[in-house]
């Protein structure tokens, strides 16, 4: 999906230098070369330490805390950016690490990253989801709930950008891509099986 997404990325430049220049152009995409692209913040992590990377499940490579953390009723996504999200973090938390030591700065809360997250578990499994993630985004810290697939669909935000769309009866996930207020979503359904369908241009 990645490896299409900046196709079509190269294909606009193409054209865009086409029309500059009236020369056409070769693009040459790999999976591989995709693959290796997407692994930024861990790829310039080894790139400028010679530090090998390892696993930290969900959290965030570089920035701490940002990741999933459990509540009463489900996981929730905090994502601290920077030190004074950490404080107004330990605000809504009610808790004081934002002064200890270990955890003042992001550069410490990374050497730190077990202890620190352990501390901000304990805390979070006594919140409702719900409350917890009102909370935070009152306080302007990026937070999100992690939502099974029935609970997405079901999210007021989805429906009302109308991103499950039906054709002939077929479902379907509609394009994220809207122009000058129209979603860019083929009017025609997914092909069936052995089902072949004329392309809309020739």
């Given at each position: 999906?990645?490896?299409?997404?900046?196709?079509?990325?190269?294909?606009?430049?193409?054209?865009?230098r086409?029309?500059?220049?009236?020369?056409g152009?070769?693009i040459?995409?790999?999976?591989?070369?995709?693959?290796?692209?997407?692994?930024?913040?861990?790829?310039l992590?080894?790139?400028t330490?010679?530090?090998?990377?390892?696993?930290?499940?969900?959290?965030h490579?570089?920035?701490?805390?940002?990741?999933?953390?459990?509540?009463?009723?489900?996981?929730?996504?905090?994502?601290?950016?920077?030190?004074?999200?950490?404080?107004?973090?330990?605000?809504?938390?009610?808790?004081?690490?934002?002064?200890?030591?270990?955890?003042?700065?992001n550069?410490?809360?990374?050497?730190?990253?077990?202890?620190l997250?352990e501390?901000?578990?304990?805390?979070?499994v006594?919140?409702g989801?719900e409350?917890?993630f009102?909370?935070?985004?009152?306080?302007?810290?990026?937070?999100?709930?992690?939502?099974?697939?029935?609970?997405?669909f079901?999210?007021?935000?989805v429906?009302?950008?109308?991103?499950?769309?039906?054709?002939?009866?077929?479902?379907?996930?509609?394009?994220?891509?809207?122009?000058?207020?129209?979603?860019?979503?083929s009017?025609?359904?997914?092909?069936?099986l052995?089902?072949?369908i004329?392309?809309?241009?020739?």
């Open positions: 999906m990645f490896t299409g997404v900046y196709s079509a990325v190269a294909v606009l430049a193409a054209l865009n086409r029309n500059e220049t009236q020369v152009a070769h040459d995409m790999a999976l591989l070369d995709t693959q290796v692209s997407v692994m930024g913040n861990q790829a992590n080894w790139m330490s010679g530090v090998v990377p390892r696993r930290v499940g969900n959290g490579a570089n920035l701490v805390p940002y990741q999933a953390f459990p509540t009463r009723d489900g996981d929730l996504i905090i994502a601290v950016g920077n030190d004074g999200q950490f404080a107004a973090l330990c605000r809504v938390l009610d808790i004081a690490l934002d002064r200890d030591e270990r955890f003042i700065t550069p410490q809360r990374i050497r730190n990253r077990a202890d997250i501390a901000l578990e304990v805390i979070t006594q919140w989801r409350e917890l009102e909370q935070l985004e009152q306080a302007g810290i990026p937070a999100g709930p992690i939502n099974e697939l029935d609970q997405v079901a999210n007021p935000q429906i009302a950008r109308g991103m499950a769309i039906e054709r002939h009866g077929r479902p379907g996930v509609a394009s994220p891509i809207v122009i000058d207020g129209v979603r860019m979503a009017d025609r359904p997914a092909p069936g052995p089902e072949e004329e392309p809309d241009f020739q």
